[in-house]
């Protein structure tokens, strides 16, 4: 394996040193492009209390490509699927190097305060915040406390 | 904004009306006129640098120029600029001006930090006299000496060292030539397989547009000269790769995270790719036979670093990229037959729903 650029290097010892609130992410053991990564609910949303895992991939030519991430607790919002992936034009089309780790979670984090369900991933979930939204915050509650909290 | 060309006969008038308008206004013609001069002199020296914001009255508030190193206006040497803005309160020149750095380019936090208190302090020290010139000419002696990028490369991230060859975007931003070249590369290449995605007849109106290539900070259009950057040699700092090593904190965090899966796992709580994969093979099988036309968008499941399941499911992968992006997100609506995707997306869903309970 070639060795890591620096780029990746000092972006993990920033995420040590000047930890954003309510996100953490560590690289893997094996891997130090692999990272695990734990995203708190943000406040008055309904993902509040939850501790959301997600893992999160530098590829090969990162940062000139978007880091691959995807929930890995289980979650209920309109722009993420069944399978975790997530719908966030950063990790996508608009993706600039001028991005980082940090930025990408934050990103996703602000997602969870504010789902947008005319953009969806999960078209079961988007179908039902359009037409009941109280029910879905419902179910978004109900999943957290179910699948995200700690104890 | 607007900018006003002063005659000494209007100030005359501008001056006395606004004293007669307002009796009660204790500050004195004298004071009035002061600033006016002032001001009127500056715009004599800087012509259309300054820009002078004025209340309803025509009585300068405000100055604005935006400040360059001298390099005997040879604009390609001037790596550094910011917009010093000058407030003027009506006390002023008897009260202290309120200065702002705006739109700093090239500078750090610490280089603005020292700008801004010598700034300060040359405010208290002039108090009741003339000020923004003195100002205009200590900004630009300031960002003369410190000519040279001090921020970060956005790109790498580490910072520019002598003998480093960097651009300067039209948008005064600052990349090694190196990085730069990367992401121009980058562009070209992610533009390029967009074009290929679309159906001909689309992709010959395309492919008369070149590719834009914007600048990572600001998204603004860059132009570069492709040859000058590809071949710059990598960033000093960069080139020290080091080896990376986890340290007892981050040990520490990674104990925590692998309690928390378990944790979650024991609570059905932790996403089973392989189970919702599978769930959605059936749909996913003619939903690629049918979709062969486009080509497969992006994955985003990950392949985890180890284990045998690893592998396997980097495989599984394959068979339903094609049906990733029908989600309804990202860059890929309104092209094809979007509605039955999503309809077929829809119906995906349910079934897997339906499978679940």
Redesign the interface.
């Given at each position: 394996m070639t060795a890591l650029p620096r780029r990746i290097i000092k972006e993990t010892q920033r995420l040590m040193q000047e930890p954003v609130p309510g996100i953490s992410a560590v690289p893997d053991d094996s891997n130090a492009r692999y990272f695990h990564v734990i995203v708190t609910g943000p406040e008055d949303s309904p993902f509040e209390g939850g501790l959301f895992k997600l893992e999160l991939f530098l590829p090969e030519d990162y940062p000139m490509s978007a880091p691959k991430v995807r929930f890995i607790t289980k979650i209920y919002h309109p722009n993420i699927d069944r399978l975790g992936r997530i719908c966030l034009d950063i990790l996508k089309d608009k993706w600039s190097p001028a991005l980082q780790i940090r930025t990408v979670l934050l990103s996703i984090q602000a997602l969870l305060s504010a789902p947008n369900p005319d953009d969806p991933l999960a078209n079961d979930v988007a179908e039902l915040w359009k037409v009941n939204e109280a029910e879905a915050i419902r179910n978004a509650k109900e999943w957290t406390r179910r699948y995200a909290m700690d104890n | 904004m607007f900018v006003i060309h002063f005659h000494a006969v209007a100030v005359e008038s501008e001056g006395q009306r606004l004293i007669l308008d307002r009796e009660d206004d204790p500050r004195p013609l004298r004071r009035l006129r002061r600033v006016v001069d002032e001001v009127g002199a500056l715009k004599a020296i800087l012509m259309d640098e300054l820009i002078v914001r004025s209340n309803e009255s025509g009585y300068p508030v405000a100055v604005e120029a935006v400040i360059f190193p001298s390099t005997a206006d040879d604009t390609l040497q001037q790596y550094v600029c910011l917009t010093l803005v000058v407030e003027l309160p009506p006390g002023y020149p008897d009260v202290a001006p309120v200065v702002l750095l705006r739109n700093p380019r090239g500078l750090d936090d610490s280089v603005l930090g020292r700008i801004d208190r010598e700034v300060k302090e040359k405010c208290e020290s002039y108090c009741g006299q003339a000020v923004i010139y003195e100002l205009i000419e200590l900004v630009k002696e300031y960002l003369t000496s410190s000519n040279l990028p001090s921020c970060q490369c956005?790109?790498?991230?580490?910072g520019f060292r002598e003998g480093d060859h960097f651009t300067k975007t039209q948008c005064y931003h600052y990349f090694h030539s190196h990085?730069l070249a990367?992401?121009v590369?980058?562009s070209e290449k992610?533009y390029q397989e967009e074009l290929d995605k679309l159906p001909a007849w689309q992709r010959s109106q395309h492919a008369q547009s070149p590719c834009q290539v914007?600048c990572?900070?600001c998204?603004e259009p860059i132009q570069c000269d492709m040859n000058l950057l590809s071949s710059a040699a990598p960033p000093l700092?960069?080139e020290?790769?080091?080896?990376?090593e986890?340290?007892d904190?981050?040990r520490s965090?990674?104990r925590q995270?692998a309690s928390?899966?378990s944790?979650?796992k024991r609570?059905?709580?932790?996403?089973d790719?392989e189970a919702?994969?599978s769930k959605l093979l059936l749909v996913t099988d003619t939903v690629e036979q049918e979709g062969q036309d486009d080509p497969p968008g992006?994955?985003?499941?990950?392949?985890?670093?180890?284990s045998q399941q690893a592998v396997h499911q980097h495989n599984s992968i394959g068979t339903s990229r094609g049906d990733?992006r029908r989600?309804?997100?990202?860059?890929f609506r309104g092209r094809g037959s979007s509605s039955s995707h999503?309809n077929r997306?829809?119906r995906r869903?349910?079934q897997?729903?339906a499978t679940s309970r």
């Amino acid at each position: 394996m070639t060795a890591l650029p620096r780029r990746i290097i000092k972006e993990t010892q920033r995420l040590m040193q000047e930890p954003v609130p309510g996100i953490s992410a560590v690289p893997d053991d094996s891997n130090a492009r692999y990272f695990h990564v734990i995203v708190t609910g943000p406040e008055d949303s309904p993902f509040e209390g939850g501790l959301f895992k997600l893992e999160l991939f530098l590829p090969e030519d990162y940062p000139m490509s978007a880091p691959k991430v995807r929930f890995i607790t289980k979650i209920y919002h309109p722009n993420i699927d069944r399978l975790g992936r997530i719908c966030l034009d950063i990790l996508k089309d608009k993706w600039s190097p001028a991005l980082q780790i940090r930025t990408v979670l934050l990103s996703i984090q602000a997602l969870l305060s504010a789902p947008n369900p005319d953009d969806p991933l999960a078209n079961d979930v988007a179908e039902l915040w359009k037409v009941n939204e109280a029910e879905a915050i419902r179910n978004a509650k109900e999943w957290t406390r179910r699948y995200a909290m700690d104890n | 904004m607007f900018v006003i060309h002063f005659h000494a006969v209007a100030v005359e008038s501008e001056g006395q009306r606004l004293i007669l308008d307002r009796e009660d206004d204790p500050r004195p013609l004298r004071r009035l006129r002061r600033v006016v001069d002032e001001v009127g002199a500056l715009k004599a020296i800087l012509m259309d640098e300054l820009i002078v914001r004025s209340n309803e009255s025509g009585y300068p508030v405000a100055v604005e120029a935006v400040i360059f190193p001298s390099t005997a206006d040879d604009t390609l040497q001037q790596y550094v600029c910011l917009t010093l803005v000058v407030e003027l309160p009506p006390g002023y020149p008897d009260v202290a001006p309120v200065v702002l750095l705006r739109n700093p380019r090239g500078l750090d936090d610490s280089v603005l930090g020292r700008i801004d208190r010598e700034v300060k302090e040359k405010c208290e020290s002039y108090c009741g006299q003339a000020v923004i010139y003195e100002l205009i000419e200590l900004v630009k002696e300031y960002l003369t000496s410190s000519n040279l990028p001090s921020c970060q490369c956005a790109i790498c991230l580490y910072g520019f060292r002598e003998g480093d060859h960097f651009t300067k975007t039209q948008c005064y931003h600052y990349f090694h030539s190196h990085c730069l070249a990367g992401h121009v590369t980058s562009s070209e290449k992610s533009y390029q397989e967009e074009l290929d995605k679309l159906p001909a007849w689309q992709r010959s109106q395309h492919a008369q547009s070149p590719c834009q290539v914007l600048c990572p900070v600001c998204r603004e259009p860059i132009q570069c000269d492709m040859n000058l950057l590809s071949s710059a040699a990598p960033p000093l700092d960069v080139e020290n790769a080091r080896q990376f090593e986890l340290s007892d904190e981050l040990r520490s965090l990674q104990r925590q995270m692998a309690s928390l899966f378990s944790h979650q796992k024991r609570r059905g709580g932790i996403i089973d790719p392989e189970a919702e994969d599978s769930k959605l093979l059936l749909v996913t099988d003619t939903v690629e036979q049918e979709g062969q036309d486009d080509p497969p968008g992006p994955s985003l499941l990950l392949p985890p670093p180890t284990s045998q399941q690893a592998v396997h499911q980097h495989n599984s992968i394959g068979t339903s990229r094609g049906d990733w992006r029908r989600g309804g997100c990202g860059g890929f609506r309104g092209r094809g037959s979007s509605s039955s995707h999503r309809n077929r997306h829809r119906r995906r869903h349910h079934q897997a729903a339906a499978t679940s309970r």
